[in-house]
């Protein structure tokens, strides 16, 4: 039985992606497994079934307490794993651990079918730009190779001997100070009241921008309808076919300018998080480890409160945003011009719902320190 002492990796993988390819790809975790416990004489404690409750709990008990130096997160990287909701949280949620520690080598994707959106320089999916920052492993050749040829357990032998020697590197990593400012001088490092302060007073600011993205969905929203009357006009008049593309043609002329800035909305609001999470996460950590006089003290209790409820106002909002991304199908079979706009649409709520990720691991953590 997996414990929390002892090396682990957890795999983060889509069923349907080791479906297709008939096990596979929980067969490679535990050929790794394998052959670091060769090389090692010990065990590789391998988490693989997400439904589970071992892999909640461990999960959960590692980032928390255990994940200096000894825990691996192995995503697999395919075009359907950043569609998952579950997998790309588990990405951010990991990815703010191991930096607030220093230990960014402990992300270690696979890159099992190759995703072209990776490679692009300027993407603004946070999830691409956290893997594609990483050294990931190309498996896109491997995967094709009979997992018995010499090929394939020399690469096998590879990354296992990989593992160990970023294990051995992470031993002597220290946590990097906890700064959230960009301008700090060195010789003037924040206190633990003045990152909190600088933390909280970042809240009324992303908070605008959560309202100007619900104010834009509104405006985009009362064109569609609008546009869904006037073609219920136009098929009163019998105009047919042609009335309604031309009122779905009128409709993304309307919203293209809304949607771009739900665009940018959605890519200030995740980076940002992205950028500040290890910081705050360090704040926390830095919080737990001085104990209760810290934790309870009244700076503290305003900090925690303050990210609680915007944690709980955004998940508020994205039960209409849901809703709004879910209506978005039916509106990207109008016309062709509908597409790339829904598309884009579609994109910017991801990025939100990345953003409420990140807040929500924020708030699970206080829980966990407050206790």
């Known amino acids: 039985m997996a414990t929390s002492s002892g090396a682990a990796g957890f795999w983060s993988y889509t069923h349907r992606d080791d479906e297709i390819e008939d096990g596979r790809i929980r067969r490679l975790a535990n050929k790794i497994a394998n052959e670091f416990e060769v090389i090692t004489a010990e065990e590789l404690h391998v988490f693989l079934d997400k439904e589970d409750i071992k892999w909640g709990d461990e999960w959960r ?3 928390d307490t255990a994940l200096t130096g000894s825990t691996f997160f192995m995503p697999i990287v395919t075009p359907r794993f950043f569609k998952s909701e579950e997998c790309r949280r588990e990405v951010l949620t990991f990815s703010g651990h191991a930096a607030s520690l220093g230990l960014d080598e402990l992300l270690l994707p696979i890159m099992y079918i190759d995703v072209p959106g990776l490679h692009k320089s300027d ?19 491997l995967r094709l190779e009979d997992e018995n040829s010499p090929k394939y357990r020399q690469a096998v032998h590879r990354l296992a001997t990989r593992l160990v020697e970023i294990l051995e590197r992470a031993a002597e990593v220290e946590p990097p100070p906890v700064n959230l400012a960009e301008d700090v001088n060195a010789e003037e490092e924040p206190g633990m009241l003045e990152l909190m302060a600088e933390a909280e007073s970042a809240l009324p600011r992303w908070g605008e921008v959560m309202s100007e993205f619900a104010i834009t969905i ?3 929203g009362e064109a569609a309808r609008e546009a869904s009357a006037d073609m219920e006009k136009s098929d009163a008049r019998g ?13 993304s002329e309307q919203i293209k300018e809304p949607v771009e800035r739900m665009s940018e909305l959605g890519v200030q609001y995740s980076m940002e998080l992205v950028k500040v999470d290890p910081g705050i996460l360090g704040i926390l950590r830095q919080v737990e480890s001085e104990g209760a006089e810290t934790y309870e003290s009244e700076q503290a209790t305003e900090f925690f409160k303050a990210i609680r409820d915007f ?6 909002n994205m039960v209409s945003f849901q809703e709004f991304s879910d209506s978005l199908q039916r509106v990207s079979g109008l016309s062709k011009s509908m597409r790339p706009l829904t598309k884009k649409m579609r994109g910017a709520i991801q990025k939100v719902m990345d953003g409420q990720a990140i807040m929500d691991e924020w708030e699970r953590r206080i829980d966990e320190v407050t206790g």
Do not use: C, H, P
Request: glycine share 6%; aromatic share 6%; hydrophobic share 40%.
């Open 61 to 63: 008990n590692r980032i």
């Open 123 to 141: 993407t603004s999916d946070d999830v691409m730009t956290l893997i594609a920052k990483r050294q990931y492993e190309n498996w896109t050749e």
């Open 218 to 220: 509104q405006e985009i």
């Open 239 to 251: 105009a047919g076919f042609a009335g309604r593309l031309r009122a779905a043609r009128q409709l």
């Open 311 to 316: 944690a709980q106002i955004g998940r508020r």
